[in-house]
C-alpha cells in the first residue's frame, strides 16, 4: 500500500466543511433576518438543548458557546432587555444564577428552528453522505494500521465449522 492510500480523504473533508459551513451562513442569515444575533439565536438554542442533568447557569451556557464569561453575560442581558430570557436565583444555591427561556423566547425559537428544519431537510442527506464516507474512510484507515493486509486478505467463512 502506497503512502498516498494513507492519506485522508481531503476531498470528503473539504465537502464537509464546505456544507456545514453553507448552513452556518443559512443560519447567521435566517437569524439577522427574523431580527436577532446569530449569537443570541445561537445562546437560546444552546439553553433550549441543553442536557437534563445541566443546570442552565451561565458558567454552563458559556461552555457550550465556547465563549468566555462576560461575553455570555452579555448576550444573556441583550436576550433579557428582548425578553427572551429571565435569571432566576438556584433553589439550592442562592449565589449561582440560572437562565430561563421566557414564553416569548420559547416561540421564537421554535419559530426559527423550524425554518432551520426546513432547511436541513435539504442539506441533510448531503452532510450525511459526506460524513459516512470520513467515517467509513477512517475506519478503514484505523484497521489497514492493524493490520496492512486487511483488504486484500480472503474472508473466512464463519459458517462452516
Known amino acids: 500500500m502506497s503512502g498516498q ?12 466543511r464546505y456544507q ?33 442533568e445541566a443546570r442552565p447557569t451561565i458558567g454552563v451556557l458559556a461552555e457550550r458557546m465556547q465563549l468566555q464569561h462576560h461575553s455570555t453575560v452579555e448576550l444573556i442581558d441583550r436576550l433579557v432587555d ?14 449561582r444564577v440560572l437562565v430561563k427561556l421566557t414564553h416569548a423566547g420559547e416561540k421564537f425559537l421554535q419559530k426559527l428552528s423550524l425554518h432551520h428544519l426546513e432547511e436541513l431537510q435539504v442539506a441533510g442527506p448531503t452532510f450525511v453522505k459526506v460524513l459516512n464516507s470520513l467515517i467509513k474512510d477512517s475506519r478503514m484507515t484505523a484497521l489497514e494500521s492493524l493490520d496492512p493486509d486487511v483488504t486484500h486478505k480472503p474472508r473466512k467463512d464463519t459458517n462452516h465449522g
Open 5 to 16: 492510500d494513507k492519506l485522508p480523504n481531503f476531498k470528503a473533508m473539504s465537502e464537509l
Open 20 to 52: 456545514i459551513r453553507k448552513f452556518i451562513r443559512f443560519s447567521e442569515n435566517a437569524a439577522r433576518k427574523a431580527g436577532i444575533e446569530p449569537q443570541q439565536h445561537q445562546l437560546l438554542l444552546a439553553l433550549r438543548g441543553l442536557p437534563d
Open 82 to 95: 428582548r425578553g427572551f430570557l429571565c435569571r432566576l436565583r438556584d433553589t439550592d444555591d442562592k449565589r
